[in-house]
């Protein structure tokens, strides 16, 4: 029986190259997994297990020949709206249900030269919007910590995946703070590289300026491992950049900035108490700890739900039941197949943030709504800027709240897009940005996992793995 | 205060067919979100727009395959199809 609880992707390579156990071993104990626990969870949306054994069958000898590298045979599941060539992805919409990704993402490019053995496709909120996986087209995944609360979102199947040992790692993407706030519900670690750092070649655009793939894993060596495999500037991506693109000045001693009074809008007081013993053990650490001030960053919400709905607007233009996907016969004339395939494949939340985003790019309106976000969120840039001439680090908790229960804020919209308030900043300004677990919260008798985020400057991803490993103590 | 045929006219511009329930629930909630969001409105302070370290680049608009490279690998997907082509109703 492999000790799956306690795998790290360096154990796993350790064990595979010593013959402790093979890939193949591995693999099957994570399928074994799935087939235990996915049903009552709804993780995976289709689980690759022939093309998975194949792939673990030919990381065995990569082990033999030493030729394996450290991300080969292991296991990694992908979320539904990265593509993989012959595969479905749907982006957990009815509109893409049958949809076969035609080529594979530069990220899954990359993941099988290494010889990583790709499981299954995993849930999340349709198209990527969402907080909570509650609006995807084929079920909620429940939290695996509270089976009644939801594990977070958009990212929630890959956050699950890997807290519920049905995968080592997983991908996710992040435009609002889809991999962050899903990993502190579910308590593993949740990564955003700075924009532009991995491909999104291949991945479904949600909001262009804003999206990007990062890693799931138990620990931030792991989350590393992932994101030096997949990251890279890529030709097919026209806003991607290398790993020296930015400058990087050095750091002697660590500062972390908090921004005490963005910690005033309203975070649950165990939250905050978990915030200051995280503090706390930072300081015992060594780190000097300053207050910062980010006077513009409590606008985030307001100007993430004006840019990407009207990004969004635009990106899902393509969806209408022509090229590929979902095509109703509306009638006698081509307009009626747009309207009704787009009316039916497109699910209410979707159909909320395109209507939003049509408004704010409006003639009439948009340069009250849309160009003046893009006025402001220059300002939070250089809030931000400005703060990082003092501190390295900004520390915040990542979310406001545990994991809620779910139902219990999809009849109110704002109150799940201020789920984004920590998390947004870092996509609205282009941020590394990293989720770590940091303990409990009882609730109702339950432990609930939850998680501080710390953010970097842009390219300063090392910052984040150094700080991280070490709060972690790895 | 954002109208019910405002969101109607946003469908259409939108391509996509709301029923009643829908129209009336999204005018409902679009309404609140524009009030929520529009406090932006209260930022006075203008910025020096820059343009980013990382921006957007295009490339030539030129052919960069072979001709039919992709075609039968689009096509699996496509719902309607004449042949090699992508059939879609008289646009009059």
Redesign the interface.
Known sequence: MIDLKNLTIKKAHEAMKNGDFTAVDLTKSYLDIIKQKNSELNVYLEVFEKDALKQAEDADKRFKDGSAVEMTGIPIALKDNILYQGHISSSASRILEN??A??DSTVVKKLKEAGAVILGRVNMDEFAMGVSTENSAFGVTKNPYDTSRVPGGSSGGSTTAVAMDGTLVALGSDTGGSCRQPAAFCGVVGFKPT??SVSRHGLMAMGSSLDIIGPIAKTVSDAEVVFNTIKGKDDMD??S?SSD??PKKSVSKMVIGIPREFLNIGVDERILTNFNDSVEKLKSLGYEIIDIDLP?VK?T???Y??ISPAEV?SNL?RF????????ID?G????S????T???G?G?EV??R???G???L?SGYHD??YN??T??R??IT?DYTKAFEKVDVILTPTTTGPAFKIGEKVSD??KM?LEDIFTGPANIV?LPAISVPSGFVKEDGVDLPVGIQFMAP?GREDLLFEVGKKFKGE | MITKEEIKNLASLARIELDNSEVESLTKEVDSILAYVGQIQEVSAGVDREIPKNRNIMRDDVVTNEPGQYTSDILTNTPVKTGEYVSVKKIL
């Open positions: 949809h076969v035609p080529y924009y532009g026209s806003t950049i693109f930015y513009y606008y919400v307001p100007v739900y004006i607007s233009a209408d039941g022509v090229k590929y996907g979902l095509h509306g006698s004339n081509l307009l197949d747009y309207l009704k787009r009316g039916v497109l209410r159909k909320r395109i209507i939003l049509t408004y704010v409006s009250a709504y003046k976000a006025v402001v220059d300002l250089k919209p704002i897009y282009g842009h």
